[in-house]
């Protein structure tokens, strides 16, 4: 059965504006569809209720005095919890932040909430957004709600596994090296990394600040351009956002393909790519082009490549920024008494950090190190400029590119959980965008044999989300399939 | 090959303590992960330039105008030691 909570924001928008529902009605749809689903999905650290009811109440007077609403008022909203709320904790799935209040919010949770959003939950996710499975999670791992005995992906699964469940509308997440494509990917949801640079990172624990990436999870392509429309716009308060007021991203969004150009990347399906995914992506470009779009095989001939620079990068950033947890400032400290500063540093780092953490600290640090910092760290930063020239290349030929988002289906919790190199390569279709800082989305594309969802990756050149967006609502439109996982039959 | 690291000088760097069991995993971990890294050196000839930032902006400027600031006690408030209005950190000794 379809309640509020199952339906997209665009439609609920329209009756909210119609005044067939009011905002509480839709945010207690999704607030008992948390209490009833989550239990078995975990896929919050800190839900929101209250808060969300009272938010609702204001916005439902506010709507009676006439007011004209945003597209994004009274919609039940998750946020990852890497992003920074005031006054509600934020702990980035670690330990090290178990009892951390942040005392502002976050500039994307500001532009959402100024406009109505409802807040109602922070989500699970992998410790500071390391990982591709949530199993990272200090707080333990979510579970994909197309099979509870799989992992939703990561590193935002729980805002992922939220969505699809209907526990949320819609949620951002953090994408630095697929970790909004992936876990779309695997819970059969739209996930779009914009370009690095669109949505300001003012409020955004930081992982890997040459990579970092604010992104939405949504139902529907239409709804990922309605929240960018809302996110995007430079924010001073983040030396890197886009220069540039925010453009609204629904216009045009339903022109369709016609001579749009597509290339398929002919590196994305080689060895280690499931068949169901290989075949469900090659019936999605026969799709394009039976909607007018002309279709060629396209090259990023360094792409094997990426994953490297990546796990050279990517820890590299992380080893610094992650020098902040010191315990002094973030809540928390190892019990005891410390000899002196660093021994309290050290003890509070050993007891806060998970595995995984440790394990990318120790190599950027490394990486980083005197006597290899040119030898790894400079080598991948030179690696990155031959991607980059890679898709310029490409672009010159294409205006957009496909691929699989990710090589397989959901996987079983624990199932390479003791394999950091076979983690690692779920994310190999992905990190190339990071690297050059292309916007990318993942759109469901199929179901496999195990009844689980297959994702389809569309990568467009720096800035130019509207193509992007155009070709997969097309798509979207075309397939004209609704992703439904079975957990909600029952 | 996998590289090999010292793990406790690597560590000491990190100012992480780790057990002996977490050393071991880590030492044959980050190995295996950087023999696969180190795969760069097979593309990244001398001429080609370093790339650090995906969209580079230089001289993002914005006006010098005075704001209110974080109130202490909202800076203070996640501190896990403080004494009046600083955080407390055990001794900082002379690192010789």
């Known amino acids: 059965m379809s309640e509020l909570c199952d339906q997209d924001g665009a439609t609920l928008s329209a009756k909210l504006t119609a005044g067939e529902v009011s905002a509480v009605e839709i945010v207690r749809s999704s607030l008992e569809r948390i209490e009833r689903v989550d239990p078995q999905l975990h896929a919050f650290l800190t839900p929101t209720p209250q808060l969300a009811i009272e938010r609702a109440e204001e916005l439902d007077v506010y709507r009676s005095s006439g007011a004209p609403l945003s597209p994004v008022a009274g919609i039940p909203t998750a946020l990852k919890d890497v992003l920074a709320t005031n006054g509600i904790r934020t702990t980035c799935g670690s330990k090290i932040l178990e009892h951390y209040v942040p005392p502002y919010d976050g500039t994307a949770w500001t532009r959402l909430s100024g406009d109505g959003a409802v807040l109602v939950g922070k989500t699970n996710c992998d410790e500071f957004a390391m990982g591709s499975s949530n199993e990272n999670s200090a707080y333990g791992p979510v579970h994909n709600p197309w099979d509870l005995s799989r992992v939703p992906g990561g590193s935002s699964g729980g805002s992922a596994a939220a969505v699809a469940a209907g526990a949320a509308v819609w949620a951002l997440g953090t994408d630095t090296g697929g970790s909004v494509r992936q876990p779309a990917s695997l819970c059969g949801v739209v996930g779009l990394k914009p370009t690095y640079g669109r949505i300001s990172r003012y409020g955004l624990i930081a992982f890997a600040s040459s990579l970092d990436t604010v992104g939405t999870f949504t139902r529907t392509v239409r709804d990922a351009a309605t929240l960018l429309s809302v996110l995007g716009g430079n924010d001073p308060r983040d030396a890197t956002s886009l220069e540039g007021d925010a453009v609204d991203y629904t216009q045009g969004l339903e022109d369709g393909v016609a001579g749009l150009r597509v290339g398929v990347v002919a590196e994305a399906f080689g060895e280690g790519v499931e068949p169901g995914v290989a075949g469900a992506v090659r019936a999605a470009v026969d799709r394009l082009e039976g909607l007018g779009a002309s279709v060629g095989e396209a090259h990023l001939p360094h792409a094997d490549y990426a994953l490297s620079a990546y796990y050279l990068i990517a820890p590299s950033e992380a080893s610094s920024n992650l020098a902040r947890y010191d315990g002094v400032r973030y809540g928390f400290r190892a019990p005891g008494e410390h000899a002196d500063s660093v021994a309290m540093m050290s003890a509070t780092r050993g007891a806060g950090f998970g595995a995984e953490v440790k394990r990318r600290i120790m190599l950027g640090t490394y990486a980083l190190s005197a006597g290899y910092y040119e030898a790894y760290y400079g080598q991948a930063q030179k690696v990155r400029t031959l991607i980059i020239r890679d898709y310029a290349a490409a672009f010159e030929g294409f205006d957009v590119l496909v691929s699989p988002t990710s090589p397989t289906t959901a996987f079983a919790i624990g199932a390479k959980a003791d394999d950091p190199m076979a983690m690692y390569l779920n994310d190999i279709f992905t990190i190339p965008a990071n690297l050059a800082g292309v916007p990318a989305i993942s759109v469901p594309c199929g179901i496999d044999d195990a009844g689980l969802p297959i994702g389809l990756q569309l990568t467009a050149p720096v800035r130019d989300e509207r193509t992007l967006l155009r070709a997969a609502s097309a798509f979207e439109a075309d397939l004209g399939l609704q992703f439904r996982p079975p957990l909600l039959a029952a | ?96």
């Open chain 2, 1 to 96: 090959m996998p590289v090999e690291i010292d793990i406790a000088h690597v560590a000491r760097l990190a100012r992480i303590d780790l057990t002996p069991e977490e050393a071991t995993t880590l030492r044959a971990q980050l190995g295996v992960i950087l023999e696969h890294a180190a795969r760069v050196r097979e593309v990244a000839t001398e001429d080609l330039p370093p790339t650090a930032s995906p969209v580079p902006r230089v001289n993002v400027l914005r006006e010098d105008e005075p704001e209110p600031s974080l109130p202490v006690e909202e800076a203070l408030r996640n501190a896990p030691d403080r004494e009046g209005d600083r955080f407390k950190v055990p001794r900082i000794t002379e690192t010789s």
